[in-house]
């Protein structure tokens, strides 16, 4: 499969705009049922904005346990690998829990450091995603009508 040059993608004709990226998945999906070739299909997100959604407030106590939670998958990971190499069933529980320990109170440290440096200034925990105000399922010219016209039959079954 060949990848087209971002100019050819965008200046293909739109055969379907929708509100949400589902919905134009479910558009590529239908088409993709109906036998239609989507390899000459994209979906083109437009007006993109970055959206951070607040999941709450952070405390010195919250970043602290979040980097303890952090901070023991991490000792545990190390303790994992080091245990290839140790000899004996008791040496590998030993690693094990020593790396799940010291990574939760490292963690823990650094956590509770890295907020405390921020002197106030970030409160709160967020993710953020970048969303498109618009979904456009686009086609290569010559299969545009036919994607058009199996889209149409879509948004009469969906109705």
Request: no cysteine; net charge neutral.
């Amino acid at each position: 499969m060949t990848q087209q040059p971002p100019s050819e993608v965008v200046d293909r004709p739109v055969v379907g705009s929708f509100p949400t990226y589902a919905g134009a998945q479910r558009a590529v999906d239908f088409l993709a049922d109906n036998k239609f070739p989507v390899e000459h299909t994209a979906i083109i997100g437009s007006d993109l904005r970055m959206v951070e959604t607040v999941l709450g407030r952070l405390t010195r106590g919250r970043a602290a346990l979040a980097g303890a939670g952090t901070g023991a998958w991490f000792g545990l990971l190390i303790g994992l690998l080091l245990s290839v190499f140790a000899a004996g069933a008791n040496n590998v529980i030993v690693l094990l829990v020593s790396g799940l320990v010291y990574g939760a109170v490292f963690g823990a440290i650094f956590g509770f450091v890295g907020h405390a440096m921020t002197r106030g200034q970030r409160d709160f925990s967020s993710r953020s995603q970048i969303v498109a105000a618009r979904y456009d399922v686009v086609a290569d010219a010559e299969v545009a009508d036919e994607a058009k016209n199996m889209l149409a039959r879509l948004a009469m079954r969906e109705g």
